[in-house]
């Protein structure tokens, strides 16, 4: 009766450490990703590059991200404005599910890099078109987020905050949503 219960409670330990082994991922991960990107204030459309190391700590995960955005839109004069955004945020995302598909929320807090570029004229006569490029510096915002986590894949609906600049009398909006991508290196479950 012994042996039999000894072995019963050893097939129920394996089992247990077994299901939760299933779901245990490595700490450290980064995460190299690619969207299309949508202002919030006109219509428009842009793209973005990141790479984000992350490390996790259960359900709470910590990184650092760099992102490369522009993404451009014509105003209500015909001016075309190309604006580009180069941003370095802290991130933190909580997971709310340890499983293989893992939905989350995160906040990115950082600086934001903004410059635009400038087009005017007729498009259709090149000898009249004027640009100009205006840098504007680095500014504080924030990136809200959601999605899901995959072992080694990242889905997530971004809102840059980022605010506005004046140029001469325009008022340029750096605000972007995004939809993006991402592979991730590393992270993933443990064998």
Same mark, same amino acid.
């Given at each position: ?5 000894i072995i019963l409670a050893s097939l129920l330990l ?57 993404g451009g839109y014509e105003t209500e004069n015909f ?8 941003? &370095? ?6 997971? +709310? *599910? ?6 989350? #929320? =995160?906040? $990115?807090? %950082?600086?934001?890099?903004?410059g635009a570029y400038f087009y005017s004229g007729d ?42 600049? &004046? ?6 909006? +750096? *605000? ?6 991402? #592979? =991730?290196? $590393?992270? %993933?479950?443990?064998?």
């Amino acid at each position: 009766m012994k042996r039999k219960a000894i072995i019963l409670a050893s097939l129920l330990l394996s089992a247990a450490y077994a299901a939760q082994a299933q779901y245990a991922y490595k700490p450290f991960r980064i995460d190299a990703g690619a969207g299309l990107s949508f202002p919030l204030t006109t219509f428009g459309i842009g793209g973005l590059l990141s790479v984000e190391p992350q490390y996790s700590m259960g359900p709470f995960a910590v990184g650092v991200r760099v992102e490369y955005h522009a993404g451009g839109y014509e105003t209500e004069n015909f001016l075309s404005i190309t604006k580009v955004n180069n941003a &370095m945020l802290l991130t933190g995302d909580y997971r +709310f *599910s340890s499983g293989t598909a893992r939905p989350f #929320v =995160g906040l $990115g807090l %950082g600086s934001y890099v903004t410059g635009a570029y400038f087009y005017s004229g007729d498009y259709n006569d090149e000898e009249t078109i004027a640009s100009a490029y205006r840098f504007f510096g680095p500014q504080a915002g924030a990136m809200l987020r959601a999605g899901f986590d995959l072992p080694h894949f990242r889905f997530a609906l971004q809102c840059h905050l980022t605010g506005s600049r &004046m140029h001469e009398d325009v008022k340029v909006n +750096f *605000s972007y949503m995004a939809l993006t991508v991402a #592979v =991730g290196i $590393g992270g %993933g479950k443990f064998d």
